[in-house]
């Protein structure tokens, strides 16, 4: 009896990274859409007995990919595994976590609900949206932050005299996290977002940023208006190179153009989403819980 990770379809590195750390075997699945968009699984392997660690992230196409996880899960019950971890790098819809306006689904609810109708003895998320998400989930449920390996990348690049800044007072922590492996200042701006046109503003605040290079960290980037209001300030302060880093990479629609534009000199993301900006992986914080 041993330890298995099965990677889904949305985390074929990452799945691979946390089985290499974990020295164990990664079981092949196979899967495709068929010409409808419906999608299907195959897992041609024994887990009777077995402990699993399935690794499937919920980024876009979030509904297909929580489907592809559910059937993972279901397959993985009926082929006899004894224990199920599920790591899951990117949780889908974790920032509606409450009734923001009358008359909203908590969409989040909704999915550990589902999550957790599979049996499954512990989860794993990284980075989550708020501890509201956490309380969610009746099972086993630990995070871990990407914000130390973070942290540890731009250690290891020649910044000239670094400030961090978080774009809202949510992020504080992860800037918090970020400044203290680097030995630097951090600070946080005002934004508030609208909730029915989803557009953010962002405050203006007074710097000493002023030819230091600024690393703005936000959980997530989706569309880029968060990050590129906090680079356009900064900018207009004086800061040298403007880094943007995340732990989830959304960047849809024309986020990367609005960063560019706004002045970002590199992104960096990891493998919570895999893309060409997954610089940072989180495997080993992942395989540290498990
Ligand atoms: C929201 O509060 C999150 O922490 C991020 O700040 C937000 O999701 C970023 O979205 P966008 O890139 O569309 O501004």
Redesign the pocket.
């Known amino acids: 009896m041993g330890l298995i990770v099965v990677a889904g379809p949305a985390s074929p590195k990452l799945g691979r990274r946390i089985a290499n750390l974990l020295k164990c075997d990664l079981a092949s699945l196979e899967w495709k859409r068929f010409p409808d968009g419906e999608s299907y699984i195959r897992l041609p392997v024994d887990l009777k007995g077995e402990s699993v660690v399935v690794v499937q992230s919920t980024s876009p196409p979030q509904d297909k990919r929580l489907m592809e996880l559910f059937f993972m899960l279901d397959l993985i019950n009926e082929l006899g595994a004894r224990e199920v971890t599920v790591v899951i790098p990117y949780l889908a819809y974790m920032?509606q976590d409450k009734r923001f306006r009358d008359g909203e689904v908590i969409s989040v609810r909704v999915v550990s609900k589902l999550i957790e109708s599979f049996n499954v003895d512990r989860i794993v998320l990284v980075d989550v949206?708020s501890r509201l998400v956490l309380d969610y989930f009746n099972v086993d449920v630990v995070e871990v932050s990407a914000m130390p390996l973070i942290g540890s990348y731009f250690s290891n690049i020649d910044l000239s005299n670094p400030f961090v800044l978080a774009?809202?007072r949510?992020?504080l922590n992860l800037a918090e996290k970020v400044a203290e492996k680097i030995d630097c200042e951090f600070d946080f701006l005002e934004k508030r977002?609208d909730r029915v046109t989803g557009e953010?503003k962002t405050y203006f605040k007074k710097m000493n940023v002023d030819g230091r290079d600024v690393i703005i960290v936000?959980?997530?980037?989706?569309?880029?208006?968060?990050?590129a209001n906090a680079a356009e300030m900064v900018k207009g302060l004086g800061a040298r190179r403007i880094y943007a880093a995340c732990t989830h990479a959304l960047l849809v629609k024309d986020?990367l153009m609005k960063l560019s534009s706004a002045g970002i000199f590199e992104i960096i993301g990891t493998d919570t989403i895999e893309s060409n900006v997954s610089k940072v992986s989180v495997a080993p914080a992942i395989v540290s819980v498990l």
């Open positions: 920032r949206h774009p809202d949510k992020a977002r953010v936000d959980d997530i980037i989706s569309t880029g208006g968060t990050i986020a």
